[in-house]
Every structure is written in structure tokens, then in C-alpha cells.
């Protein structure tokens, strides 16, 4: 499973917002269930240069810890640039077509998000990745 950056910084947005605590609780679980070895945690080269950016020292400290779980990393290859360039022309940002490229390349199951735009524009173009919210992690392992 792949983690877009909103997924390891959700857990420090404001909580009074009931979606972010939901998502939050969600994505905490499988953070649990990740230190247990139940499930298995990518992350990449565009995890780390996004991660870099975040201002606020406190939360980047915080974010570092989250993102130190996972299992390996992926680094820079052209494969990765050439798939993120499709996924650009099919309408995909810049930075999440780095972030799918690069979960596509290392050929995880879950590309996690919490933002709706990325998820319906995945589910339109149809990727070899399912992108999905914290909480569906969550209701398939239930399943």
C-alpha cells in the first residue's frame, strides 16, 4: 500500500472537522496495523520532496515519524517520469501523477488519498492501482 502525503499529514489538520477525525482514526488503525506487520507500507522519493516543503517544523517532525514506518522506499527511475507524464495528460496534477506513478511502478494493491478529486479522476481513467480512501482500507480488511 502507497500513502499519498495527505494521508500521513491528516492526522495533524484540525480535528474539530468531523471528516478529517474519521479519516484520521481510519489512517491511525492502519498505521497500527502497520508497526504489527499486517499490512505493508511503500513510500517514495515524491513522499520525501513533498514532505520537505511542509513549513512548520513541529508537524514536519511528526509527519517524518509516520512516513519512517514504511517497509521500503522507492527512488527516482525514468520509468517513473515517463508514466507520471501519461497520467498528466489524462487531467492528473503534476505531483499526484508522481505519486501514482511511482506506487504503479513499485506494483502496491492501495494507493491510499484522502482527496476526492484524485480518487474520481483514478476511478475515470482506470489505473493498475486502486485508489482509495483511509476508510476503505479499513472496510475490505473487514471483508
Same mark, same amino acid.
Given at each position: ?16 472537522? $468531523? =471528516? ?20 505493508? #507500507? ?10 520537505? =516543503?511542509?513549513? *512548520? ?8 515519524? $509516520? ?32 505519486? $501514482? ?7 502496491? *494493491?492501495?494507493?491510499?488519498?484522502? *482527496? *476526492?478529486?484524485? #480518487? =474520481?479522476?483514478? =476511478? ?20
Amino acid at each position: 500500500m502507497y500513502f499519498d502525503n495527505n494521508v500521513y499529514n491528516r492526522p495533524f489538520d484540525d480535528q474539530r472537522i $468531523l =471528516r478529517n477525525r474519521a479519516e484520521t482514526l481510519a489512517i491511525l488503525e492502519l498505521f497500527e496495523r502497520i508497526k504489527a506487520g499486517r499490512l505493508e #507500507l511503500i513510500s517514495s522519493f515524491v513522499v520525501q520532496i513533498e514532505h520537505s =516543503r511542509l513549513e *512548520d517544523s513541529s508537524r514536519r517532525e511528526r509527519v517524518e515519524d $509516520l512516513i519512517s514506518l514504511a517497509q521500503s522506499h522507492i527512488l527516482s527511475k525514468p520509468e517513473i517520469f515517463a508514466e507520471a507524464h501519461n497520467l498528466v495528460e489524462k487531467g492528473f496534477g503534476a505531483a499526484d501523477a508522481l505519486h $501514482l506513478a511511482a506506487a504503479e511502478c513499485a506494483g502496491v *494493491d492501495r494507493f491510499v488519498t484522502c *482527496d *476526492d478529486k484524485l #480518487l =474520481r479522476r483514478a =476511478r475515470r481513467v482506470g489505473l493498475s492501482v486502486e485508489v482509495v480512501l483511509p476508510q476503505t482500507v479499513l472496510e475490505e480488511e473487514l471483508r
